[in-house]
């Protein structure tokens, strides 16, 4: 066994969005590593470089939707809307890169296709689609848990004489103004797109395969001094959000819906229906929306029934309306079923009029129907979580393919290290938290920064979960999924919107503040469920 060991560099950290980021600052700016972070995109920012289709904008509140780990950096960033634009999100991203000198150390139009642990000389060999290697002793993928695009095998797609876009591959100077517009999928991004679009296209022809629960965002400019009371009160403000469930800047509620009566449950759904924000209404409202059926029921019954107090036509109320379970991840916006009063915008439900071919001149539906259109927007959503990763040549311990390990659906430990993948480290990565992801980026970075720090300082040379800590880590994930009704629900989170893909849990749902506090009590045992090997050991001297 060799134990040369001189990689080209101490890091390298795949991806540059939020992750990215913060974990080449953690390493480089404050452990004195060498990295280099190797991004396919053109720019940094990640979903923020990719999504600039027109709408494209955070659901997280602006003052939470950003980091908390450099006072400064908070106190100087300013916001002028509730809600972030993709500019001033990318804008931002682009600022902490110039802001913490990162640039230098970031290689970009850089796409990974491998990436193989060598157990002879225990570093990690990166391969780049133009054929570049580079060695590390760590790696970290922070891949994006939705930047895997998702695009559908329609009959017809390649021969679509318009232009055809995907959201997460919006083209930088295609303007919608004036023209025939169709779009297919009405989740978070297609309802934020439908409300933007239509205010620009000629004609807007939306293709729904299912209704969606919708709330207001109360998406609006915000005053000077609500910025400034804000900023002043940082300090509260994140001590709050580390501590609860889904980190979105609100305290969720911890009264169960049907303790109270039915008078005062419509009060509470209207009260936060005024105020706006999809978690909001599904955590702020009562306790057990997401976990007790009769209550599922009644926020549910309540989002109906605005659906047809709003929409005039009640053909498009009718196919508008879900009947389903509340249970995908909660989405708001700014009028989205006031947007189908417009005479410009045309709802066609593929549920029971389903797409047939997609045509040189449109799309063509079950009715025979064909809808002309200059542009169709595939706003169809994400091979998440795992998406990424199999898209490299992924290989661990004895040239183990992640797909060999992955056969049952992703797991890991802790959301961030993988049994069988030594000194490796992923950012969101399976089984980590369901919530507002900056604040869960940051809890990652500075989880697998601090880690990092212990293995330099104590000579250790690799660092591996175990595969009991990484089974005992998949049951609970698997248990807490269960007691909640997200499950039943056919959504990205338990991989059910990709045809083939085996349903699995994907995230840890006992919240950021449980998740936090584990953490804390790995590291506070010695990294429990981890094994650290120290030179000689590896080294077999
Ligand atoms: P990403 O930003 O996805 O970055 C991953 C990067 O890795 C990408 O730049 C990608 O090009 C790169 N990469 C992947 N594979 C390779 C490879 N093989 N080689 C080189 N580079 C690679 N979350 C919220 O919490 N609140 C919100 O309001 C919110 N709004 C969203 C709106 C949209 C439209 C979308 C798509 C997502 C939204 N999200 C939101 C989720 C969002 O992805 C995260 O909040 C956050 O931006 C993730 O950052 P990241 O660095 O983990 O991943
Ligand atoms: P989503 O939430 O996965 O939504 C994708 C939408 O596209 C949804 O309406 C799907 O319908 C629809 N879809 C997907 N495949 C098809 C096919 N083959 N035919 C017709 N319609 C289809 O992705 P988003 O980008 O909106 O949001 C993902 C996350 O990114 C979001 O939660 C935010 O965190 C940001 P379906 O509902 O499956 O019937």
Request: hydrophobic share 40%; aromatic share 10%; proline share 4%.
């Amino acid at each position: 066994m060799s134990t040369t060991r001189t990689p080209d560099v101490d890091a390298i950290v795949i991806g540059a969005g939020f992750g990215g980021i913060y974990m080449l600052h953690k390493l480089r700016n404050e452990l004195g590593l060498t990295v280099k972070a190797l991004e396919k995109g053109g720019g940094v920012g990640g979903t923020w470089y990719f999504n600039r289709y027109p709408g494209a904008k955070s659901d997280t509140e602006g003052f939470v939707y950003r980091y908390s780990f450099d006072k400064d950096l908070l106190r100087e960033w300013d916001w002028t809307t509730r809600y972030l634009d993709q500019p001033d999100v990318l804008a931002y991203l682009e600022h902490v890169v110039e802001r913490y000198d990162l640039a230098r150390d970031i290689l970009l139009d850089t796409e990974v296709t491998e990436a193989a642990f060598d157990e002879g000389t225990d570093l990690w060999t990166v391969t780049t689609a133009d054929g570049r290697r580079l060695t590390s002793r760590y790696l970290v993928n922070s891949l994006g848990l939705l930047a895997k695009t998702n695009i559908p095998d329609i009959p017809g797609r390649d021969t679509f004489a318009g232009a055809l876009v995907h959201t997460n591959a919006w083209p930088h100077d295609l303007d919608l103004t004036g023209k025939r517009v169709g779009v297919i999928g009405t989740g978070s991004t297609g309802t934020q797109f439908i409300v933007a679009a239509a205010k620009l296209a000629s004609h807007l022809t939306v293709f729904q395969r299912s209704p969606q629960y919708c709330v207001p965002s109360g998406n609006g400019p915000v005053e000077r001094a609500d910025v400034e009371r804000i900023k002043e009160n940082f300090d509260a403000i994140w001590e709050q959000v580390r501590n609860s469930v889904v980190a979105f800047g609100f305290e969720e509620s911890g009264i169960e819906a049907m303790s109270v009566s039915e008078e005062e449950r419509n009060r509470v759904f209207q009260e936060n229906w005024d105020k706006g924000n999809g978690f909001r209404f599904m955590f702020g409202t009562f306790s057990d929306i997401a976990t007790n059926p009769e209550a599922n029921a009644a926020a549910a019954a309540f989002i109906r029934s605005k659906i047809s107090e709003i929409v005039e036509d009640p053909e498009t109320a009718r196919k508008l309306t879900p009947t389903d379970i509340y249970a995908k991840r909660p989405l708001c916006n700014e009028g989205y079923y006031e947007t189908y009063n417009r005479d410009n915008v045309e709802l066609v439900s593929i549920k029971e009029n389903p797409i047939q071919q997609i045509t040189p001149a449109g799309v063509r539906t079950a009715d025979g129907v064909e809808h002309a259109v200059d542009v169709l927007v595939l706003a169809t959503g994400f091979d998440a979580v795992d998406g990424n990763y199999r898209a490299m040549d992924l290989r661990g311990r004895g040239g183990r393919h992640i797909d060999e390990h992955w056969a049952d659906g992703p797991t890991s430990y802790l959301g961030v290290s993988k049994a069988g993948f030594p000194n490796m480290f992923m950012i969101l990565g399976p089984n980590g938290p369901f919530t507002n992801l900056p604040p869960s980026i940051e809890a990652q970075v500075d989880f697998i920064g601090e880690l990092i720090r212990t293995a330099e300082r104590d000579g250790v040379r690799t660092v591996e979960p175990t595969q009991v800590a990484e089974d005992a880590w998949t049951a609970t994930c698997e248990e807490i999924a269960n007691m909640t009704l997200f499950p039943q629900a056919q959504s990205w989170i338990f991989g059910a919107n990709i045809p083939g893909k085996k349903n699995a849990v994907m995230f840890y749902m006992a919240g950021h503040g449980a998740y936090r506090q584990k953490l804390g009590e790995v590291a506070d045992r010695g990294y429990e469920g981890f094994e650290l090997s120290r030179e000689a050991e590896t080294a077999g001297v």
